[in-house]
């Protein structure tokens, strides 16, 4: 049906298709895409504008939201998903589709040091559906895959993504009549009919061919008008499946609201300011003036989370973007609020650069970990339980992110200044808090997991990789707490562990679905970033391990300069 659909397609924009072949690519770029982008299309069990499908598409093929093509041209999303479709240019030759692993360049003959390839390039490539089949053929039989055969995957589903925009059969904005799980269709008289006697299709095609031909010409006016009047005229075919056009509207401002974004400049400045306030003796204004920013940054992350949940109508935790954007927000959120009950502006110089750093890894590492808000798998579709468990245990992983960035803050302090970091009764007081509310967090929120589980699954617990290694983390915290309340260690032990201690909450919140990639939790799971956590997590060890270094050190020669008559007193003792 597609191929016929793409031949109608074909036939209908004919006179404007050959004009901007016969010439160069029509200069789109100065378009209004807003009324295009809140066109209302189905697409991965999900209705959504438009403008989502293109932004996703265009991250999924490149790796980025925005691309720049060999000319120096810049693309949009809504631009690069209409030129493809018209053809407007040859986009098959374009080096644009995503190729990252190297050793899967290397079995495909492919430029090592090159990271984007053209289509024509991949398709003539004849290891990579080999690959690809196999991958298949294992994943089918439940065996595990090998990093070459994942990346194999997912650069052949790019591939058909490609071909799927480029022959049309992608564009699916005629509603289904009647169901909302019913398909949706291309907008071609082919596929309609299916579901529109030729009356009803008559009155969509009029702002069809305008909007496409107003594309053609870059006609701002008209291009608006038309796309404005086709997206009234489908509403009208089935208007108790369209979307309304307030949640079209809701997700397009969250689009182009970038309140993550936003917030990671935010949160750069704010930690600046407070840090600069932190080493200088002028620090009221300067310190008010970071907590404010702060406070700024806060409600453009909070904003967005909320305006996600309004769409997604759930708790923004079903994957590993949501629970980092989520977390991250929870840190700086328990900063701010123990800053506010301790009156000390550590909270937040640990919790701002840690909610910094979470937001600029998603944002820097769409294809692991993608911003798309997909339906739920049935386990996850209890929202009651969704709110209960799984956000009590993301609260946890906040309130240990915290600790972790203060234990760093007091590390750096032991190794720069050993007897005057452990003299500081003050900060291991505030940390064994911030441990605390971690540790009651984490075993409220494991035992509402059991709980969820005998609902859904039937068994209280089930030795599930996730269940295992959120019980090591709980395990790990509570030695901790329990070991300084008995006097097992000292401060510095407990700053040593609340550091340490995080890398199991790393392994149940990363490892488990992008490591191991088995259990129950499949909803979960993923590929990519082993590079960057297997870096950070050596980096770490290395830290810790220069830290005990300067302490044991200290301890060993406890007389310092600053002490001579104590040592002599304590030497004639």
Known sequence: MYKFACIAVFIMFSVPASRAQQSVAPDTGHLDFKQFGLLAIQDNGRRKPIDTFARQTLIQLTGRSTYTDKAGRHWTPNDFLLSTVLETRDWKEEPMVLVSFGKLKEELGLEKTQRRFSFAQLSGAAALPQIANEARERKRAEKSLDRVQQEALSVSDRLALFARVMDGSALLIVPSPKNETDPWVPPVPLAAVSYYNESQWEAVEPPLQEMMAAYHDADSFKFNRSANQLREKLRVLAPSIYPTESSLRLEYFYNHFEGFYRGIWLYGIAFLTLLISHLRKRRRVLGNLGVAIALVALAFHGTGIVLRCLIAGRPPVTNMYESIIWVSFAASFFGMIFFARYRTPIYLLASLPATLVALL???????????????????????????????????????????????????????????????????????????????????????????????????????????????????????????????????????????????????????????????LHSYGFGIGGETYVGTFVIADLLFVAFATWRYRSSKRSPITREEPVAAAVSAAD
Request: some cysteine; glycine content about 8%; hydrophobic content about 55%.
């Open 361 to 519: 890894l998603v944002h820097q590492m769409p294809i692991a970990m993608p911003a798309s808000i997909d339906p739920l798998v049935p386990v996850l579709r209890d929202n009651f339980w969704l709110t209960i468990h799984v956000l009590t245990i993301t609260l946890s992983y906040a309130a240990f992110l915290l600790a972790c960035a203060f234990g760093h803050i007091l590390l750096f302090r032991y190794a720069r200044n050993p007897r005057g970091a452990r003299a500081d009764a003050p900060m291991h007081f505030w940390l064994y808090r911030v441990l605390q509310l971690g540790v009651l967090l984490l075993a409220a929120g494991t035992i509402l997991g059991g709980v969820w589980a005998n609902y859904s699954w039937g068994r209280f617990w089930g030795w599930d990789p996730k269940e295992t290694w959120a019980l090591i983390a709980l395990l790990c915290y509570i030695t901790t707490l329990h070991g300084r309340l008995a006097g097992w260690w000292t401060e510095f032990g407990l700053v040593v562990a609340s550091v340490v201690c995080f890398l199991a909450v790393l392994m149940a919140w990363y490892g488990v679905n992008f490591v191991l990639g088995k259990g």
